[in-house]
């Protein structure tokens, strides 16, 4: 059974670049365009991994993250950042909400592949 990864980011673009590689890879990809519609998409079905953004409308990744781990069915579903932001301060934010892996764009797909394979859930 493949994996579940759910991307949220509010570039159409760059979801696309980062679905090709994972779909590539043999996941199967859900997407959504900010935090709000991120959440709205874990309505009980299995999700593996989460790959976000950090800036975005209506609700960034870090308060999604955060709202994300009081959710007992997603608790522990690994999270990687996908974000220009590089500051160590937001990285600490990120850490500290939950966050299991932080890659800065521009990303090279392998590199971003490497990371959710090291964390994606059985």
Request: zero cysteines.
């Given at each position: 059974?493949?994996?579940?990864?759910?991307?949220?980011?509010?570039?159409?673009?760059?979801?696309?670049?980062?679905?090709?590689?994972?779909?590539?890879?043999?996941?199967?990809?859900?997407?959504a365009?900010?935090?709000?519609?991120g959440?709205?998409?874990?309505?009980?079905?299995?999700?593996?991994?989460?790959?976000?953004?950090?800036?975005?409308?209506?609700?960034?990744?870090?308060?999604?993250?955060?709202?994300?781990?009081?959710?007992?069915?997603?608790?522990?579903?690994?999270?990687?950042?996908?974000?220009t932001?590089?500051?160590?301060?937001?990285?600490?934010?990120?850490?500290?909400?939950?966050?299991?892996?932080?890659?800065?764009?521009?990303?090279?797909?392998?590199?971003?592949?490497?990371?959710?394979?090291?964390?994606?859930?059985?």
């Amino acid at each position: 059974m493949s994996k579940t990864i759910l991307i949220v980011d509010d570039s159409a673009s760059l979801r696309q670049v980062v679905a090709i590689a994972l779909k590539g890879a043999g996941y199967d990809v859900i997407e959504a365009g900010d935090g709000k519609e991120g959440l709205a998409q874990l309505d009980g079905r299995k999700i593996h991994l989460i790959i976000s953004d950090v800036n975005m409308p209506n609700m960034d990744g870090i308060t999604m993250v955060t709202e994300i781990k009081k959710n007992a069915s997603y608790k522990f579903t690994p999270i990687i950042m996908l974000t220009t932001e590089s500051q160590d301060e937001m990285k600490e934010k990120g850490k500290a909400a939950g966050v299991k892996a932080w890659v800065v764009k521009p990303f090279k797909p392998e590199q971003m592949l490497d990371a959710v394979s090291k964390l994606i859930m059985p």
